[in-house]
């Protein structure tokens, strides 16, 4: 499979891509335990205002937001609010 990705210029957000019509946001981590609780809550707080910024212009997209880790594992990978895939 090849994805067309694309540098976000939503601030807080590293990467945009399409893919079976879901538009995923993705900011990008070193590995699993990159935060503190105020960290992780600003990555959070990113994810939502991207979402909204992206819904402005297109209220139909259906936005699924990615913490990607470069190395690690998460077992629980849904956060309820993003998606932590390392």
């Given amino acids: 499979m090849v994805y067309d990705g694309w540098k976000s210029g ?3 957000i590293d990467l945009e891509f399409d893919n079976d019509g879901n538009r995923y946001i993705v ?3 070193s590995g699993p335990n990159w935060g503190n609780n105020s960290q992780i ?4 707080s990113d994810f939502t205002k991207a979402k909204i910024t ?7 997209l259906n ?8 190395y690690g594992r998460d077992n629980k990978p849904d956060k ?3 998606f932590k895939y390392c």
């Fill in 63 to 70: 936005i699924i937001a990615i913490n990607g880790c470069c």
């Fill in 27 to 29: 900011n990008i981590k």
């Fill in 10 to 12: 939503i601030t807080g």
């Fill in 80 to 82: 309820k609010a993003y």
């Fill in 41 to 44: 809550g600003k990555m959070i």
């Fill in 54 to 60: 992206l819904r402005t212009s297109n209220s139909g």
